[in-house]
């Protein structure tokens, strides 16, 4: 991954409202893969950014805090992203990691004390333990820079102390890589893999990383699934993705209900506890 480069490199001709490097807590303070903003990003700042990454090769992420009162801006502004413990997203699978991560989350234990076999199964049917396979692709028919703007604007209306940070990385999926984002490290602490599934996800579903929070992704999608069966093979895809949307979205937390809460939403939340 590119790393960034100095301040001087960010003038974007007066784009960038007031902003700074942050240097990476790993190291020796020389890895700084990340300019942020110092106060909220303005609604239409990441669309703009959005337009010029061909020109600056920086792709603009919103950020949230852990608590935006600290005053430090966690994981951001202190500094707490390790992009040198990341290997490279293109060198994963993402099929294979959905398989492997499936099979390790729906493993039934017979000393399980929170859920017995019968509950544990319940939670991914149809599918059981089986892994059903990937979602197949669909072809997009709303813009998918178009709607990830769109969003954009509707999530810091939602989250108005939303800071901008930009980053060297040719898309989304790899930013989060570059940026030592380690948001799942409860689950896994190589992030090119989460990047690896979500640039599949650009390629299938028109996604688009928009915002990146402490321990949250949230993402604009182009091509939705719009029956139930394909529903179903995407929630099965973010259940091994994130088991936390499952085990502790809103209820009843089985794949099924899941599945109809996606059926055709144009934007996918993901939450690592």
Excluded at 52 to 79: H, M, Q, T
Excluded at 120 to 138: K, N, Q
Excluded at 208 to 235: C, D, K, M, N, Q
Aim: net charge negative; aromatic share 10%.
């Amino acid at each position: 991954m590119r790393p960034v480069h100095p301040e001087s490199r960010w003038s974007l001709d007066g784009l960038l409202p007031p902003g700074r490097m942050v240097t990476s807590d790993e190291g020796d303070g020389d890895r700084q893969p990340l300019w942020l903003s110092d106060g909220p990003a303005a609604p239409d700042l990441w669309t703009r950014m959005h337009t010029e990454r061909a020109r600056s090769g920086l792709w603009p992420l919103l950020l949230d805090a852990l608590d935006p009162n600290d005053g430090e801006f966690r994981p951001w502004g202190s500094g707490e992203v390790f992009p040198e413990q990341m290997s490279s997203p293109a060198s994963h699978d993402p099929a294979g990691l959905l398989a492997q991560w499936w099979a390790t989350y729906t493993a039934v234990d017979e000393d399980d004390d929170v859920l017995d076999v019968k509950r544990r199964l319940a939670v991914t049917a149809p599918f059981g333990e089986v892994w059903p396979g990937l979602a197949a692709s669909r072809g997009t028919v709303t813009n998918p820079e178009q709607l990830a703007s769109e969003f954009a604007e509707a999530f810091l209306t939602d989250c108005p102390r939303t800071r901008l940070g930009l980053v060297a990385a040719p898309s989304g999926a790899e930013a989060l890589t570059a940026v030592g984002w380690a948001g799942p490290c409860n689950y896994e602490n190589d992030t090119a893999k989460f990047s690896a599934v979500v640039r599949d996800w650009e390629q299938r579903f028109g996604a688009r990383v928009v915002a990146v929070g402490f321990s949250t992704l949230h993402l604009s999608i182009a091509a939705p699934p719009v029956s139930e069966h394909e529903a179903l093979l995407v929630a099965a895809e973010h259940f091994a993705f994130c088991p936390d949307n499952i085990w502790q979205g809103s209820r009843p937390y089985t794949l099924a209900a899941y599945a109809e809460r996606i059926t055709g939403a144009h934007r996918w939340d993901f939450w690592w506890d």
